[in-house]
């Protein structure tokens, strides 16, 4: 079976500061990894995954994370935050050959001008 | 465009009635889910489907049902079995080459 924990379900920062969003999985096998971002009664927009190869991996809107495998993490970050980035964020694994997609609980962010 | 649609945006149950929520896509995707999103518990599947006329449970499917007989619908339907339906609902859809799944709008059902 796969989890994921999301450690912070809020994280409040000051607009233009850095952010980092945890996230932290456990699988017996190899697995992808996904950052989603949701907006307010909108559905799910993939920030960025990690598939295969290097572990550091960059998506849309400056957000970036980093494949950790001998600590199963897969922690967001930001070094600049904007007002725009107000949403919640949601961590996913998906275990090789397993058709099941398995989020946390998402985290909020907020963004403090 | 390409993507994946969603109606209604929010939608009304009544005591002990049957509701379907629609999810199209013209991604020409072969596997469809749907998921159920409720405050503090991100989302859990509900039902999914890799290719047409073939489906199989998710976590939660006891009070929901689906068809997929086309490659580009996959209704689904919250039956009177479903206690608590009030929810956000999610469709999405994969191509079989890629191993991400892109999400639709959302529908959100309420209980009268």
């Known amino acids: 079976a796969q989890s994921v924990t999301q450690l912070d379900s809020q994280v409040p920062v000051f607009e233009e500061a850095p952010v980092e969003l945890r996230c932290n999985y456990s699988s017996s096998v190899s697995v992808y990894l996904f950052w989603y971002v949701q907006y307010p009664n909108q559905g799910l927009q993939l920030l960025l995954k990690y598939l295969s190869g290097s572990t550091l991996v960059k998506g849309i809107n400056g957000f970036e994370a980093e494949f950790n495998k001998s600590q199963t993490s897969f922690h967001l970050r930001k070094p600049s935050v904007h007002i725009s980035d107000t949403a919640e964020y949601f961590c996913?694994?998906?275990?090789?050959?397993?058709?099941?997609?398995?989020f946390g609980t998402g985290t909020r962010l907020t963004i403090i001008p | 465009d390409g993507g994946i649609t969603q109606s209604p945006k929010y939608l009304f149950r009544k005591e002990g009635q049957n509701v379907t929520l629609s999810c199209e896509q013209n991604l020409n995707h072969d596997a469809m889910y749907w998921y159920r999103q409720d405050p503090g518990q991100g989302l859990r599947l509900i039902y999914y489907?890799?290719?047409?006329?073939?489906?199989q449970k998710g976590d939660i499917a006891e009070g929901y049902s689906v068809s997929r007989e086309k490659k580009e619908s996959f209704p689904l339907t919250v039956t009177s079995a479903q206690k608590n339906p009030t929810a956000f609902y999610l469709c999405a859809s994969r191509s079989g080459e890629q191993e991400t799944q892109y999400f639709g709008p959302g529908t959100r059902l309420l209980v009268l």
């Open positions: 996913a694994v998906r275990r090789f050959g397993n058709e099941k997609l398995t």
């Open positions: 489907s890799q290719i047409v006329n073939d489906f």
